[in-house]
């Protein structure tokens, strides 16, 4: 769709959304409604259909709404999958309204639970389920940095602006964000839908509340602490630690030893391991639901295409406190299946700093897609896991660029492959985005996880969260990806790990692969140019997860586009959460710009000056991609107030 | 041809169907979404309908002469079948439904008297089927009365 035809004040017009159901009667209905509301949409009868379009193009479809009960796959198991891939919000839908039905949903992470038969007022209602799921990533993405928030107050900086408004209290937000919600939804249909509809908000709001505390309350270090940012490499090594240690033994101190990372503290690690806990047990609590699922000891997992690997392989993970080689193998391969040919970069962020990862694996297995291979993980590889002892930029760099070379798909305008920068500076606590170019393939695998992470808020924002995933999928990804997203990560680490200070953020050129977490798939070119792999660019959300850190990189003066800022926060953030855009408050505009939807906040750090990100009119509505202006952004309370 | 008076028929027919718990007001809802740009909407949508349902009931109907105790599958079918009747309206055939999965609930509960719980299904079963053609008789007559009473009929809303 072309965004910028449709008007600014249009909003939610123009919302795109998927229906899923095997009843055409239904379908017909619903797409007739849907059109009503000026929604664009698409109807399949089949699940898989639904997922081999989204999976096509992630960042096609705001939403999907998706019938319980389908002949050729669960509901709730499209919903995960969904949720796990895309992270894109899924409502249910079902003329089932047994309350344990419904709970199942919510479980699962559905972001509602409609009722047939479905009427008009619910669908018109379904796109705050859009902008809150945006807003509570981006909620989650800053009660993750924890101490990062009061840093962020203390620290002058360019965004002065974005820090006000992103520092608001994540209480008030959340509070806001639910009566903002509730008092909309309670204009709609005053049944059980819509009441289950405000249950949940509140529960959601609690969540954040909670976690909120745990992280500024795990942190409580002075509030210059340079950011943790969990990077892929970081949370390898963190997850090497704790199966080295067993799940069940694993202590921050002990694990904090094992990884002997300089400059991480204890607390760092505690929070992230608390947050990694919390993902393996909904991960497992999913994989219960799908007791079919082969475990991926017994062979490789081609049963079962559809589902993500990664949930296999935690729940192996869970269970004997390591990640079999072939697991990841396999899961590699999955992933390759999954993601298809058009993301072919997806992993590679993952790839490279995973060299370090724990036990050799067999991902040296040659994917047509890339001659990573070599860059898989690859103890030979020798790249020293710890920040300090990042492999020289130019190691990186070269890698990368070998890739990329080969691979110059999504790249388009991306260009050479950015040198690392001699400015940067590698701290340990910066961040290592492996950003690849082609987001989407990136944000798909992370986001999966990312929203398998929580029901309620699939993206946790932690770092972790996306270490998780990519910890799974790294080595997988790492052989098919293509040269490009290594090539982002070389530089782009390089770049983001950038601490306080330098300005390297992704202003500079040599990013330009890394803004691509920025799931759209939009590969920013920090040269300025947004180049998207998609019409579509930044599809709403799982974006990075941005760990702390970010916030000190400090803005680049690029990211006049919307959807660089989006892109950058995806560097930024990156680190470990390549997905989609997480965005830090920094971003949220900014990734709201690149969504064409939602979201304020990118995962950018407070930091990082964004221009656009200051205006409050950069909300982006269905309409527009990346910059799109809210007609009135105050109603929807996204002026920054996040 | 008297339009006064075949208007006025199909607006009866119509009322008669929602006074009688034939029509719920999802009904309502389909006809709201009638319009222009969709002027037989809701006739469209009723023949899917009938096309759909039609479908799955020699589905169900073919698991019961089976015999076969597999009451998960009726059940799935019947979730199929009130969901499709819900979609549209469809109200009394949606109570049926919703019986006859409570028979099939029952059986699962009971396994030792799953024939005679067969039997209340295949009677409940009855009772669907013939609310089915029922109504699907009278909304047959309905959009025929409202083709008949000519063009301007179909694009003005009843009275609800």
């Not at chain 1, 002065?160 to 909309?184: F, H, L, W």
């Not at chain 1, 920090?526 to 997860?545: A, E, H």
Request: aromatic letters at 6%; hydrophobic letters at 35%; proline letters at 6%.
């Amino acid at each position: 769709m072309d965004r910028a035809d449709v008007d600014e004040g249009q909003f939610p017009a123009g919302l795109r959304v998927l229906v899923v159901d095997d009843d055409v009667t239904v379908l017909r209905v619903l797409k007739t409604m849907l059109l009503q509301c000026r929604y664009e949409v698409t109807t399949c009868s089949q699940a898989a259909t639904a997922l081999a379009l989204l999976r096509e193009s992630k960042d096609t479809y705001h939403l999907v709404l998706s019938d319980v009960h389908m002949p050729d796959m669960d509901g709730f198991k499209l919903l995960e999958l969904v949720g796990l891939e895309m992270d894109l919000p899924v409502i249910m839908m079902s003329a089932d309204a047994r309350t344990n039905i419904v709970m199942k949903g919510i479980k699962h992470g559905a972001c509602d639970y409609l009722i047939k038969p479905v009427r008009m007022e619910e669908l018109k209602n379904i796109w705050q389920h859009v902008v809150r799921k945006k807003w509570s990533d981006n909620n989650r993405d800053l009660e993750n940095s924890g101490s990062f928030e009061e840093s962020d107050r203390n620290i002058p900086n360019n965004n002065a602006n974005i820090n006000n408004n992103t520092n608001n209290n994540p209480n008030k937000r959340v509070a806001e964000d639910a009566e903002y919600a509730s008092s909309v939804n309670d204009g709609g249909a005053p049944d059980g839908s819509g009441g289950w509809k405000s249950s949940q908000k509140k529960k959601r709001c609690t969540v954040k509340e909670e976690e909120e505390g745990e992280t500024e309350s795990a942190d409580p270090s002075s509030s210059k602490k340079p950011r943790v940012v969990w990077s892929v490499e970081l949370h390898q090594q963190f997850v090497n630690a704790v199966n080295q240690l067993g799940i069940e033994k694993a202590v921050p101190k002990r694990i904090l030893e094992l990884m002997n990372v300089p400059g991480l503290t204890r607390e760092n690690v505690a929070s992230h391991l608390q947050k990694f806990r919390l993902y393996l047990k909904r991960l497992s609590g999913v994989t219960q639901h799908h007791p079919g699922l082969p475990n991926p000891f017994c062979g490789p997992v081609s049963t079962n295409i559809k589902t993500p690997l990664g949930r296999l392989d935690f729940e192996t993970l869970v269970a004997s406190g390591h990640i079999p080689p072939q697991a990841l193998a396999v899961l590699e391969e999955e992933l390759l299946t999954q993601n298809g040919s058009k993301q072919p970069i997806r992993e590679i962020a993952f790839g490279q700093p995973l060299v370090k990862c724990g036990p050799p694996t067999s991902l040296t297995r040659q994917f047509p897609q890339s001659n990573l291979s070599n860059i898989t993980i690859n103890p030979s590889l020798d790249m020293p896991p710890s920040f300090s002892n990042w492999p020289s930029n130019n190691d990186l760099a070269q890698i990368m660029h070998q890739q990329q070379q080969q691979q110059q798909q999504v790249v388009g305008s991306v260009g050479s492959v950015p040198q690392p920068s001699a400015s940067l500076n590698v701290q340990p606590s910066c961040l290592v985005i492996p950003s690849s170019q082609q987001m989407n393939n990136f944000q798909v695998s992370d986001n999966a996880i990312l929203a398998s992470q929580s029901q309620q808020s699939p993206s946790q924002g932690s770092g972790f969260q996306t270490g998780s995933s990519t910890l799974v999928q790294s080595p997988m990804m790492l052989p098919s990806q293509s040269l490009s997203s290594l090539q982002g990560m070389g530089p782009a680490n390089q770049n983001f790990q950038i601490n306080q200070g330098s300005s390297i953020i992704a202003s500079q050129p040599s990013i330009s692969g890394n803004s691509s977490y920025t799931s759209a798939g939009s590969v920013v070119d920090y040269n300025n140019n947004l180049i998207s792999t998609q019409p579509k660019n930044l599809r709403f959300g799982v974006g990075q997860i941005v760990d702390e850190g970010l916030k000190t990189m400090t803005s680049a003066s690029n990211n006049n586009s919307f959807s660089m800022p989006g892109m950058m926060s995806g560097m930024m953030n990156s680190g470990v959460a390549v997905t989609g855009a997480l965005m830090s408050d920094n971003n949220r505009q900014v990734r709201r710009n690149n969504l064409g939807f939602v979201g304020k906040g990118t995962c950018l750090p407070s930091r990082f000056a964004m221009d656009e990100i200051e205006s409050p009119t950069n909300l982006p509505n269905f309409s527009q991609i990346g910059g799109g202006d809210l007609v009135n952004p105050e109603n929807f309370g996204l002026d920054g107030q996040i | 041809m008297d339009y006064v008076h075949l208007r006025r028929q199909a607006a009866s027919l119509r009322k008669g169907l929602f006074d009688q718990g034939y029509l719920d007001e999802q009904f309502y809802q389909l006809e709201d979404l009638q319009d222009d740009a969709s002027p037989n909407f809701v006739e469209e949508v009723v023949t899917l309908f009938f096309r759909d349902s039609t479908r799955l009931m020699a589905n169900i109907d073919q698991a019961l002469d089976k015999c076969v105790k597999d009451f998960n599958k009726l059940d799935v079918y019947m979730q199929q079948l009130k969901g499709s009747c819900t979609s549209i309206g469809a109200s009394r055939m949606k109570t049926e439904c919703t019986a006859f999965r409570e028979c099939c609930r029952d059986e699962n509960i009971e396994g030792s008297h799953s024939l005679s719980i067969l039997n209340l299904c295949m009677r409940s079963f009855q009772k669907i089927k013939r609310e089915h053609s029922v109504l699907r008789q009278k909304l047959e007559s309905y959009f025929q009365l409202l083709r008949q009473a000519g063009p301007v009929e179909c694009a003005t809303r009843p009275n609800k």
